[in-house]
């Protein structure tokens, strides 16, 4: 005569997605508290730069690339001398005011700027010192940069998205 055992039934398909599910969630879950804890705050010091189109049709763009272009060189010596590289701006913005005949105007003071991400995190809105130039109506895509350091004259590069291991890891585990 053979012992009495206990047959134990496997754990259910159902049961066993749930668990998988659950832990992935927890992964997500922890993820994103740590993407929370490590937010930064301001990624650069210093003044910043706006340039702000008139509208967002294609020859605003252009005339807000012209004085992009225009105005640049001059902002390479804001750090060695603010007050007179201001005038220089001023002067600069006045004539390209009137051969370009449309209204242009540069303030210096606080500015609200917004969150933008970087690579270190992502930065908050804040009121912030800057120089703002205003074409037009200003109601187009804007242009703007902090002068310290000089990142305006970096090439541009494609904004990404922030990424999520778990995601990314789950894409490349059932991708293959």
Known sequence: ??????IKKAPSIGKQIDAVIFFVWMLLLIQFCLFLLFQ??????GIRFRLIANSNTIEDQQVKN???????PILLNYEN???????DLEQAIE????SLNTNITITKGLASFPPKVWKEGITSQVMTESIVISIGNA?????WCA???????????????????????LKKKFST
């Open 66 to 72: 012209d004085v992009k272009h225009h105005i640049e």
């Open 1 to 6: 005569m053979l012992p009495d055992y206990e």
């Open 40 to 45: 930064q705050g301001e990624e650069v010091e």
């Open 147 to 169: 002068l310290f350091p000089k990142v305006c004259y970096k090439e541009e590069v494609k904004e990404e998205k922030p990424k999520f291991w778990v995601w990314e890891w």
């Open 81 to 87: 001398d603010p007050q007179k590289t201001y005038n």
């Open 95 to 98: 004539k390209l005011s009137s």
């Open 139 to 143: 109601r187009g895509d804007n242009w």
